[in-house]
Structure formats: structure tokens, C-alpha cells
């Protein structure tokens, strides 16, 4: 399976002292979904190497439905590339909004962290094949703009 939904309302014990959830809690359950994840597709224990910008479009409130979806959006020879959407919004309405998005990369390691094959993900879909090509498009500009070395 190449993705995942978590799904769970906002508690009290999320919020910081204007009354919204947390950023870093929101960072967690970014880690969190990758994470599961990464290792349902791996089928072994999975570190995160990295975490995309992170830009949060508005605060998650106190009883929201909060849905983190992590689908993998590319794989390399050891990385998995996962690409992170978190919504939310009224569960009593179900309108839900994007709250941010970002691109996590994680990597399965043996029992002395040395990295293992990722295996290769092979798109299907329209849409998961739009998504590879753009995160595709993204490492290789990254990559050109590394200084040679």
C-alpha cells in the first residue's frame, strides 16, 4: 500500500496559548504519518533524512477533524520520497481545508542504521503519476543546484 490516512480530532491538550494546535504538534503527525507510511512500503524500521518547507495556511482549532495523509510520491535507490497533506476542519459540516503540505524523505535501515533499498514504486494513477513527476522535477533541480564536489 503506498498510502495512508490518519484521522483524529484536535484535543485540548494540542493547543498553545492563543488557543490553537500547536505547530510542532502538527510537525509530529506530519513525522508520524510519513513515517507509517514509509514502513508499510518498506516493511522494515524507517528513519526521516529530511522534511520540505513547512508553510501553514491557517491554525487547526480545538475539535477540528484533523486528517493527515502521507501517499509515496517517488522512491530512489534507499530514499522514499512522501508527500504530506494535513486538512481540517468541522466534523459536524465535513468541510475540510488544507492546512499545509510538504514532501518528507525517509529511509529503512537494518539493525546498525545502514541504509536498505527502498524498492521501486511504480505509479499508477494519473494523479500519483502527476506527483511523482513533479517531486522527480524537484530533486533533480535540488540536485543540479548542489555545488560539484
Known sequence: MSS????FLAEPSTVNFGGKVHGGTVMKWIDEAGYACATRWAR???V?????SIRFQR???IGDLVEVE????YTGKTSMNISVEVRSGDIKTGKMEIITECLVVFVA???DGK???????????PGDIALAQRVKA???????MQPAG
Not at 524537484?138 to 543540479?144: F, I, N, P, T, V
Open 44 to 46: 522494515r524500521y524507517c
Open 48 to 52: 526521516t533524512v529530511s522534511v520540505g
Open 138 to 144: 524537484h530533486l533533480d533541480m535540488a540536485r543540479s
Open 109 to 111: 535501515v537494518d539493525a
Open 115 to 125: 541504509p536498505l533499498e527502498a524498492g521501486t514504486w511504480l505509479p499508477e494513477t
Open 70 to 73: 502521507a501517499r509515496l510520491a
Open 59 to 61: 491554525p487547526i482549532m
Open 4 to 7: 495512508i490516512t490518519l484521522r
